[in-house]
T-cell receptor, first 113, second 112 residues
Framework: NAGVTQTPKFQVLKTGQSMTLQCAQD?????MSWYRQDPGMGLRLIHY???????DQGEVPNGYNVSRSTTEDFPLRLLSAAPSQTSVYFC????????????FGPGTRLTVL | DQQVKQNSPSLSVQEGRISILNCDYT??????FLWYKKYPAEGPTFLIS?????DKNEDGRFTVFLNKSAKHLSLHIVPSQPGDSAVYFC???????????FGTGTRLKVLA
């Protein structure tokens, strides 16, 4: 199993550009989520999904969209990038929504100029 | 408003000694608590968890203690090893919300 994979590893955008961060898992996990990690802020939940077709907002959802058309994939879309979205983004999954343990991907480091 | 707080940004411990990492929370509705370890350029990995119905959970060298009245939990690592050097995050969740709130992390350095 590859576990949770994220692409790209690094990305530089200009303000106003759009892009999609990809996340995939091959463990047939129901629950998937996106976090951002900023210095001094820990990990903050952006969006999450408890199954295909079901998504909901986390702590910091503004400026981001998600969809969950399959169990495996959970892409995160930035519609119009802003410098405040410069961060490291982590995708995670767990077998069930109430499962305690989440498996994290390696992260995507995004810089918005 | 930071609901989960790790007030010590860093901690240094001698190899073989005990490492104690602390975490405080403000939301009394939290009923699951977790610790994750993170190495540079990697995603966090799950370490240990505890439910609010318990006050202690042990897994090998790692023990988590929960004091509900003080809204405080701690992670004890005994004995500490150089490979334990990482950033440790505590996280909390409330049943049925499917949301996890993370602390800001504590960087542990175990000195050989």
């Amino acid at each position: 199993n590859a576990g949770v994979t994220q692409t790209p590893k690094f990305q530089v955008l200009k303000t106003g550009q759009s892009m999609t961060l990809q996340c995939a898992q091959d463990m047939n996990h129901e629950y998937m989520s996106w976090y951002r990690q900023d210095p001094g802020m820990g990990l903050r939940l952006i969006h999450y999904s408890v199954g295909a077709g079901i998504t909901d907002q986390g702590e910091v959802p503004n400026g981001y969209n998600v969809s969950r058309s399959t169990t495996e994939d959970f892409p995160l879309r930035l519609l119009s990038a802003a410098p405040s979205q410069t961060s490291v983004y982590f995708c995670a999954s767990s077998p069930r929504p109430k499962s305690l343990e989440q498996f994290f991907g390696p992260g995507t480091r995004l810089t918005v100029l | 408003d930071q609901q989960v707080k790790q007030n010590s940004p860093s901690l240094s411990v001698q190899e073989g000694r005990i490492s104690i990492l602390n975490c405080d929370y403000t939301n009394s509705m939290f009923d699951y608590f977790l610790w994750y370890k993170k190495y540079p350029a990697e995603g966090p990995t799950f370490l240990i968890s505890i439910s609010s119905i318990k006050d202690k959970n042990e897994d090998g060298r790692f023990t988590v203690f929960l004091n509900k009245s003080a809204k405080h939990l701690s992670l004890h690592i005994v004995p500490s090893q150089p490979g334990d050097s990482a950033v440790y995050f505590c996280a909390a969740s409330t049943s049925g919300t499917y949301k996890y709130i993370f602390g800001t992390g504590t960087r542990l350095k175990v000195l050989a």
